[in-house]
């Protein structure tokens, strides 16, 4: 029998991220970012989500429940008033996205590839962030087209991109949950069943598409601290006034301890599993 035959296959190699540095840690972010892009580039359909949801959403609420919402003949009032409750939304949504296609990588042997190289195993968590944030910035401006081109108008321009990077900050700390799914889970139907659990809860128990003063206290309660509901409320503050310490810090303390907490776990999770 050769030598050949008996030669067992060279293990993977074994990464020790401390020794990688700043520079190479950033050139493997850009190429595993780039190369998620041109996918997207090959399969335009996989952004059919970030187009269409924020304009179906957006015409459903103003034109179906707008005028028992807001009354009739208030529709401008509750563009203002949606719009930025639907940017809040756009970030749970994205972020449910990202975790079915890092399940789906997984399912498909890519992550077998990058196994094999020499590479920070967080790079690729950090590549599929990235990607989804422009993902979510397209998302965003889409949205708010639709919500200009039906009447909705903004006090401070300041005020409306300091919302847009809030509703992104906030939507990228709720990517790291996703992937965590992404790596535990074994099928991105899972994730989407979880995910779908646990956004009803959290979208329609907020602030996002109607006052909350109606709500019973017990569920007034929950709103207030509700991540989506201060989110809502801050990006309405920033762009046409109103409270905002409360919906800001609040929103600032969710994002740094989601992202604190879930982070760490998602690397450590993906780097068992694909060690």
Request: charged fraction near 10%.
């Amino acid at each position: 029998m050769s030598t050949a035959t008996l030669t067992a296959p060279s293990p993977a190699p074994v990464v020790d991220e401390a020794r990688i540095g700043l520079r190479a840690h950033l050139r493997h972010i850009g190429a595993l970012t780039r190369r998620n892009i041109l996918w997207i580039k090959q399969d335009p359909e996989s952004m059919f989500d970030a187009i269409l949801m924020p304009l179906v959403f957006t015409l459903l609420f103003v034109y179906v429940f707008g005028g028992a919402i807001a009354g009739k003949g208030n529709q401008q009032e509750y563009v203002n008033y949606v719009v930025p409750g639907l940017m809040a939304m756009m970030g749970m949504n994205m972020a449910t996205g990202v975790g079915t296609g890092f399940n789906q990588d997984f399912q498909t042997g890519v992550m077998d590839r990058f196994r094999s190289l020499p590479i920070a195993r967080s790079s690729v968590l950090i590549a599929k962030i990235m990607v989804e944030i422009l993902r979510l910035i397209i998302a965003v401006g889409v949205l708010l087209a639709v919500g200009f081109a039906l009447g909705l108008s903004v006090s401070s321009v300041p005020g409306l991109f300091a919302s847009i990077g809030l509703s992104i900050l906030f939507g990228s700390s709720l990517m790291w949950i996703f992937l965590t799914l992404g790596v535990t889970m074994k099928s991105a139907q899972a994730i989407q069943a979880m995910g779908f659990l646990v956004m009803m809860p959290l979208q329609f128990g907020s602030s996002i598409f109607t006052p909350t003063s109606t709500m019973p206290g017990w569920l007034q309660a929950f709103t207030d601290y509700n991540p989506i509901s201060t989110l809502a409320d801050a990006s309405r503050a920033l762009c046409n006034g109103g409270p905002l310490t409360h919906g800001l810090t609040w929103t600032l303390i969710w994002t740094v301890a989601i992202t604190v907490v879930m982070a760490p776990i998602a690397i450590h999770k993906f780097r068992t599993k694909s060690s």
